[in-house]
Nanobody, 121 residues
C-alpha cells in the first residue's frame, strides 16, 4: 500500500525558512496532483498549495509570494519551500497525492502522517 512520508518540519523563528519534503514509501505510482495542506489547533484543515504532474501550481492567498511548491516526478517527491514564515503558519502540514484509476477515472487520495511546523520566537 502507498504511504506518504513528510519530513522537514521543525521550530523556526518568524521570518525564517523551512523546506518540507514528501515522498512515497511502498508501492510506487505516477501521481497526478500533489499538494500540501495544514491544520492549526482549533481550525479546519486548509489547502496550502498544489502542483499538477505538468507543473501547474496553485496557492492559498495567505502563502502566495512566500511559499513555493515543486516536484520531482522521477522521484515522486513534492517539496514546499516556506520563506518569511509567520506565527500564523504554525500547523501540522500534511502531504497529499492523488491519481485517477480505471475507465471511470476513480480518484484515489493518499496522505502522510503530518509534520509539525512551529513558528515562534
Amino acid at each position: 500500500q502507498v504511504q506518504l512520508v513528510e519530513s522537514g518540519g521543525g521550530l523556526v523563528q518568524p521570518g525564517g525558512s523551512l523546506r518540507l519534503s514528501c515522498a512515497p514509501s511502498g508501492s510506487i505510482f505516477r501521481f497526478d496532483a500533489m499538494g500540501w495542506y495544514r491544520q492549526a489547533p482549533g481550525k479546519q484543515r486548509e489547502l496550502v498549495a498544489t502542483i499538477t504532474s505538468g507543473g501547474n501550481t496553485n496557492y492559498a492567498d495567505s502563502v502566495k509570494g512566500r511559499f513555493t511548491i515543486s516536484r520531482d516526478n522521477a522521484k515522486n517527491t513534492v517539496y514546499l519551500q516556506m520563506n518569511s514564515l509567520k506565527p500564523e503558519d504554525t500547523a501540522v502540514y500534511y502531504c497529499n497525492a492523488n491519481n485517477y484509476v480505471g475507465l471511470a477515472s476513480r480518484r484515489y487520495d493518499y496522505w502522510g502522517q503530518g509534520t509539525q511546523v512551529t513558528v515562534s520566537s
